[in-house]
């Protein structure tokens, strides 16, 4: 049996994976509201195939519990956020979570963290820890790494096709772990050590996050003299070894955004490159708020009640809003002693935000000014209703007369 500690959007889909392709799984969490939502049959986030999946895997006898079990190997998918003045992973919950292994496992048991942190924190932070226990490592308990590389929107179809890195002391207890990812995993699994996988998957986001950041900046230079930053980019794209990406109104979700901040913080007079890339990207959501503020004043528009948000959540066609850049927006006009724009998104149920509503006519009613923070089906099926609008679009998916870009 396989308990599966925190259950959110990694440790869920990835408990429900292993369960339906004949694992025994028991998925621990200490969130007793989210445990009692999965007991009574509901998926606690929106996730193309995970409804399919999540009763499949009822159907197989995963269960769902507050209580970490006795067995041989545990998966934790904690969360693993930094800390915003360091710039270092807070290891916090990976190592409360290998504490509360250690009061129930088995002699000899595997704990596999899937958690991404960076590279150095098991050894440094996470072996003393089991040490400290009176716990000899590779004895008493084994340690894997196994970070995801799974992306929200399309998390089921990548669990079972993307290829995974498992990091492991001991050669032979990380194939031991490849053959249970293997039971779902059609991708390659390459087994290193520890240190390496930790590095990739930080790598692999970082890489990301900067070549996003030379989009966002292009876009900043291209504003400066009224460039067509999209025509620029298509051209470029056209030659056989450029592939520029698409400039945005900011990164968001818990990886990219999060994870190159790991290396700023550990190398700090290494990762230069890195830090002023994410100074760029954490940048935009400032620019774009500074883009309402011109085109505003070249319309002769006063009030900021009738600008509104379109999206919430930190990319299309989910409901994650974790490092939303539409919060962040708004935060930074909050900071700025202003407040009024109204925001809408059609996968967010709950009141999360001021002025929010969950009805597109009658966000549309409400407001002159529309904002596309981020481009849902929704928006891309409604074009029409912004015709009459003033428009400002964050992604190039507006194809109306006059409508104006970051």
Request: proline share 4%.
């Amino acid at each position: 049996m396989i308990n599966v500690i925190g259950l959110g959007y990694i440790g869920l889909p990835t408990a429900l994976m292993l369960a339906t392709h004949g694992v025994e799984v028991v998925g621990t969490d200490y969130n007793k509201e989210l445990v009692a939502t999965l007991n009574a049959g509901k998926t606690t986030f929106k996730e193309k195939g995970m409804d399919e999946l999540f009763q499949n895997a009822l159907e197989a006898g995963i269960k769902f519990t507050t209580e970490y079990q006795m067995t041989d190997i545990y998966i934790v998918s904690v969360p693993t956020p930094y800390d915003k003045f360091s710039k270092k992973v807070d290891a916090c919950f990976v190592i409360a979570a290998v504490k509360d292994v250690m009061k129930v496992c088995r002699k000899g048991a595997i704990v596999v963290i899937e958690s991404t942190v960076s590279p150095g924190t098991i050894e440094k932070l996470v072996r003393p820890v089991i040490e400290e226990n009176g716990f000899e490592v590779g004895v008493d308990l084994n340690l894997v790494h196994a970070p995801e590389r799974i992306i929200p929107g399309n998390m089921v179809y990548e669990l079972l096709h993307n290829n995974r890195t498992i990091g492991a002391d001991d050669k032979s207890v990380g194939e031991v772990i490849k053959e249970i990812y293997a039971s779902f995993c059609q991708g390659e699994i390459v087994v290193t050590d520890i240190k390496t996988a930790e590095m990739t998957k930080v790598v692999e986001n970082t890489f990301r996050a900067v070549n996003i950041a030379f989009a966002n900046e292009l876009a900043k230079i291209c504003r400066q003299d009224n460039m067509d930053v999209y025509e620029i980019i298509k051209i470029c794209n056209m030659h056989p070894r450029v592939n520029i990406l698409q400039p945005g109104p900011g990164v968001g979700g818990h990886c990219i955004s999060v994870d190159p901040w790991f290396l700023v913080g550990d190398y700090p007079s290494l990762a230069k490159v890195i830090d002023e890339s994410m100074k760029t990207n954490d940048s935009m959501p400032d620019f774009v708020l500074n883009r309402i503020y011109e085109i505003m004043k070249e319309k002769g528009m006063t009030d900021i009640k009738r600008v509104g948000l379109y999206g919430l959540s930190y990319k299309e066609n989910v409901d994650d809003m974790r490092e939303s850049p539409t919060l962040q927006l708004l935060e930074s006009q909050e900071r700025h002693l202003a407040a009024g724009l109204k925001v809408y998104d059609p996968l967010i149920a709950k009141d999360v935000v001021d002025n929010q509503y969950h009805n597109l006519n009658e966000f549309l009613d409400s407001v002159d000014f529309v904002v596309i923070m981020v481009k849902h089906n929704e928006i891309k099926e409604n074009m029409d209703k912004l015709k009459s609008k003033v428009v400002l679009d964050c992604h190039n998916i507006c194809k109306l007369p006059g409508v104006y870009h970051i």
